[in-house]
T-cell receptor, first 111, second 115 residues
C-alpha cells in the first residue's frame, strides 16, 4: 500500500464547475497535509496546508481533513482554465523529517 | 530574494558517467530533499537531510549519493550505478524538520537526459 494515494484521474470539469480532488494516507501518525499544484514542466507550488480536522478555505480553494478516515480532499470552486494542472497531495508522517507525495491527479478545466 | 536555486536546468549524461546536480537555498531552512519525477508520475524521495552532516536514504536511493557539508547546500550525484537516470529532479527545503511540519519550497528542477 502506498503511503499517500490519490484519484488516478485524469479529471475533467467545465469552466465554472467545482473540481473535487481526493487523497488517502496510511500513516495514522501524520499531522500535516499539503496540496501542491504543478504545471507541466514546472516545479510544484503550495496551494493549501491543513493540520486540523475540518475545512480550511482560501479563496476558491477548500481543503478538508478527516483524520479518523485518513482522508484529505481539495475542492476548487468556480474552476478556471488556468486551474488545469496536476495536483499533488503530500503528508508529513510519524517521521517528521520526511515528506511523502501522492502520484498526483491531472485536472483539465474546459472553457 | 530568498529561494532555492537548482543548476543546471538541463543536463546530459553519457553512459557510465557520474554527474552532480546543484541545490542551494538561502531560506535558512534546516531540512532539504531530493525528489525524482518521471513523466506522468508523482515525486519519489531519493535522499533527505534534516541537519548539516547528516542525511537519510529515501525510497529510491540506489545509484545516488548526497552530501550536506553546509546548511545552504545539498548536491546530488547521479552515479553510473543508476541505470535509468533520465528524469526530472527536484530539490526542496523546509524550515521545520520535527514536530508539526511546514510546507516544502521547491527549486525550478533539473531535467537530466542520458545520451
Amino acid at each position: 500500500q502506498k503511503e499517500v494515494e490519490q484519484n488516478s484521474g485524469p479529471l475533467s470539469v467545465p469552466e465554472g464547475a467545482i473540481a473535487s480532488l481526493n487523497c488517502t494516507y496510511s500513516d495514522r501518525g501524520s499531522q500535516s497535509f499539503f496540496w501542491y499544484r504543478q504545471y507541466s514542466g514546472k516545479s510544484p507550488e503550495l496551494i493549501m496546508s491543513i493540520y486540523s480536522n475540518g475545512d480550511k478555505e482560501d479563496g476558491r480553494f477548500t481543503a478538508q481533513l478527516n483524520k479518523a478516515s485518513q482522508y484529505v480532499s481539495l475542492l476548487i470552486r468556480d474552476s478556471q482554465p488556468s486551474d488545469s494542472a496536476t495536483y499533488l497531495c503530500a503528508s508529513i508522517g510519524t517521521n517528521a523529517g520526511k515528506s511523502t507525495f501522492g502520484d498526483g491527479t491531472t485536472l483539465t478545466v474546459k472553457p | 530574494d530568498g529561494g532555492i536555486t537548482q543548476s543546471p536546468k538541463y543536463l546530459f549524461r553519457k553512459e557510465g558517467q557520474n554527474v552532480t546536480l546543484s541545490c542551494e537555498q538561502n531560506l535558512n531552512h534546516d531540512a532539504m530533499y531530493w525528489y525524482r519525477q518521471d513523466p506522468g508520475q508523482g515525486l519519489r524521495l531519493i535522499y533527505y537531510s534534516q541537519i548539516v552532516n547528516d542525511f537519510q536514504k529515501g525510497d529510491i536511493a540506489e545509484g545516488y549519493s548526497v552530501s550536506r557539508e553546509k546548511k545552504e547546500s545539498f548536491p546530488l550525484t547521479v552515479t553510473s550505478a543508476q541505470k535509468n537516470p533520465t528524469a526530472f529532479y527536484l530539490c526542496a527545503s523546509r524550515t521545520d524538520n520535527r514536530g508539526r511540519g511546514t510546507e516544502a519550497f521547491f527549486g525550478q528542477g533539473t531535467r537530466l537526459t542520458v545520451v
